[in-house]
């Protein structure tokens, strides 16, 4: 079961996920990709682990989250993956192969034994970005957040803290 969700910067859908997560039973890991590369990001790293409750496993992972879904699919019941786009922007900044990295991970979510709780902003209602790399990163972000849905049992889409159900039984 892949429940995707997808929202808006600060739109409430890491809180959502996590929610929603620990209402299924059974061993839970959070596979979180965001980097500490500045004093911000570090406080807002801190306060995603304080609304985590001790029975998550944590594993931060900036790159090779399709082979991190592999390894530990099978040892836990609930995964929740924090977030799509700080992944792709991770990929970008290291120069990976972006479009086989998310065939990779497609193909990791899909075959995975367990319950997965994905999240991802939702970058392209805004206006055209200014210059080559952010049209880029929303072009990619889009891309990629349209083959997640696509193999998602469930997409919510989150705005101002309420979770709207776009796929799945109404």
Not at 6 to 14: F, V
Not at 30 to 38: K, N, P, S, V
Not at 125 to 150: S, T
Request: proline share 2%.
């Amino acid at each position: 079961m892949i429940t995707f969700i997808i929202g808006g910067a600060r739109s409430g859908k890491s809180s959502f996920a996590i929610s929603e997560a620990l209402k299924t039973k059974g061993k839970k890991a959070y596979i979180a990709t965001a980097q500490a590369l500045d004093e911000e990001m570090k406080k807002r790293i801190e306060k995603h682990k304080r609304e985590r409750t001790a029975e998550w496993h944590a594993i931060e992972e900036p790159l090779q989250i399709a082979g991190i879904i592999k390894d530990i699919s099978g040892k836990y019941d609930v995964i929740l993956l924090d977030c799509l786009t700080l992944w792709l922007s991770n990929l970008m900044m290291n120069n990976k192969g972006i479009e086989k990295e998310i065939k990779l991970l497609c193909s990791a979510l899909h075959a995975a034994p367990c319950t997965l709780f994905v999240v991802s902003n939702e970058v392209g209602m805004g206006i055209v970005p200014e210059n080559e790399m952010a049209r880029r990163f929303r072009d990619m972000a889009g891309a990629l957040n349209q083959k997640v849905a696509e193999i998602a049992d469930e997409v919510y889409m989150v705005v101002a803290g309420i979770p709207v159900k776009i796929k799945g039984r109404m």
